[in-house]
């Protein structure tokens, strides 16, 4: 009779628990992420703000809690259209589609144009193949928020983003865009938001790369990411599982109306067409009835010492260029510094001072990449363009949330180490009650014989 009414007393600590266990409070910490690119950020402008003592302690925040490379390997071309889509999907202008700021495309017989909003939204130029991030995410069932990013107000593979701002309007400030997103995942539950903001480059582009203006945009935008970490700071929710990856697009190099290629010095603009441009750093053509791309070629090839011009089938394998319908039969392209210009007699004159779009290579047009966060590695510093590709983000950012990745051409080995690799699951257990509940039963065992 003893030994039963034990064993039923066993039985109730062991109800007992069950219903403690059911009212535990488990806490699954499903990673968050936030893209940021910050536009012709060159990657070197941390040294150069370093020595003007320019206030960069938010960037120091971030590099110091995470991971930092200093320059990672962009796209051909080095524009922001291209290589913005590149990031969100991980493949090459080439297959993605978006080749350039401008282009023209004559499967539809249409042209792209960055500055048109109606083509800028057209799905028929984003939607041939290629897999945006957002797209990925929400095909596992979880939202998304965008604030700002090349492709994000087209449909593509019957998507847009779950939330996103449209048209893009460069006077919703900084900390606005911030503001926006924190809502989204406070609110509307997204598990990953991206925002894109057009500086430095613009002040890159008017006053010249590296100038004061360049550090006085930086500075501000100092002031942006210190405004981002204390919005995560002060949301407990999302300090627990928001990670934050700083990238740009490319970088930024002086150009001067003393280096300019005029292509009509050497062929008649009625013997080709191309997309329109008034000036550029690459410029790809295709020949007029009655003329030919050899000809083309051949009136082109070693005219000017900086200026490269290629058949499409020739250009070398590294610029991952070649293999779009996109892409006109001769591409040219310029010498780093040095801009092309069509007619020396169209009034086309070169304002600006800083440029980009040239070959990747070059490392003025490169870019870096930042990352902290409960998922991102500590304290990692590495300086090798090879370790990290562009069209490796968005294999970090689906490592991150524990996406399927579509086909992409990017590399999760590259960013595998980037990331911490861990149980989501926190539960809220109570030791102290376990251990209590434990010693009495033992003593409870113990003193009517249990263990005999």
């Known amino acids: 009779m003893q030994k039963l009414i034990s064993l039923l007393l066993i039985c109730f600590f062991l109800y007992i628990e069950r219903i403690y266990a059911s009212g535990r409070t488990i806490h699954y910490h499903v990673p968050k992420v936030i893209l940021l690119s910050l536009d012709g950020f060159r990657y070197d402008y941390f040294d150069m703000a370093e020595k003007r003592s320019v206030n960069m302690s938010a960037f120091e925040k971030i590099k110091n809690r995470g991971i930092y490379v200093k320059r990672i390997q962009n796209e051909f071309p080095t524009l922001t259209f291209p290589s913005h889509f590149s990031m969100v999907t991980g493949m090459h202008p080439e297959s993605h589609g978006i080749v350039d700021n401008v282009f023209y495309d004559p499967t539809i017989n249409a042209t792209f144009s960055s500055k048109n909003q109606s083509t800028a939204s057209d799905s028929r130029f984003y939607d041939v193949g290629a897999e945006p991030i957002w797209v990925t995410n929400q095909f596992d069932g979880h939202k998304s928020g965008v604030a700002f990013w090349i492709g994000s107000e087209a449909k593509i593979k019957g998507q847009r983003p779950t939330h996103y701002l449209a048209p893009y309007n460069e006077n919703i400030t900084f900390n606005q865009r911030i503001d926006i997103l924190m809502g989204w995942f406070e609110h509307e539950n997204i598990n990953l938001g991206l925002m894109y903001y057009h500086q430095p480059d613009k002040a890159g582009h008017i006053y010249g790369a590296a100038s004061d203006e360049v550090f006085k945009a930086i500075e501000e935008i100092n002031h942006g990411l210190d405004y981002l970490l204390t919005s995560i700071e002060n949301r407990p929710s999302l300090s627990c599982c928001l990670n934050l990856i700083l990238t740009s697009d490319h970088g930024m190099t002086n150009v ?127 300086e090798l363009q090879e370790t990290i590709r562009m069209i490796d983000i968005y294999s970090l950012v689906c490592l991150i949330l524990k996406l399927k990745p579509a086909p992409n051409n990017g590399s999760v080995c590259r960013v595998a180490p980037l990331v911490i690799h861990k149980s989501i699951a926190n539960v809220n257990r109570s030791p102290t009650i376990f251990m209590i509940k434990f010693v009495i039963l033992t003593i409870f065992m113990s003193y009517n014989g249990l263990y005999n």
């Open 256 to 382: 001067s109306s003393n280096r300019v290629i005029y292509l009509h010095d050497y062929i008649n603009p009625n013997e080709y067409t191309s997309a329109p441009k008034k000036s550029a750093e690459i410029w790809t053509l295709w020949p007029r009835q009655g003329h030919t791309a050899i000809s083309l070629y051949n009136k082109l090839k070693d005219r000017h010492f900086r200026l490269n011009v290629y058949l499409k089938e020739e250009l070398p394998t590294r610029l991952f260029y070649g293999s779009s319908d996109r892409v006109g039969p001769v591409v040219v392209y310029a010498d780093i510094g040095w801009t092309i210009i069509a007619d020396r007699n169209s009034g086309v004159t070169l304002k600006n001072k800083g440029s980009h779009g040239y070959d990747q290579d070059y490392k003025d047009m490169s870019p870096f990449l930042m990352a902290m966060g409960p998922q991102i590695s500590k304290k990692q510093t590495t």
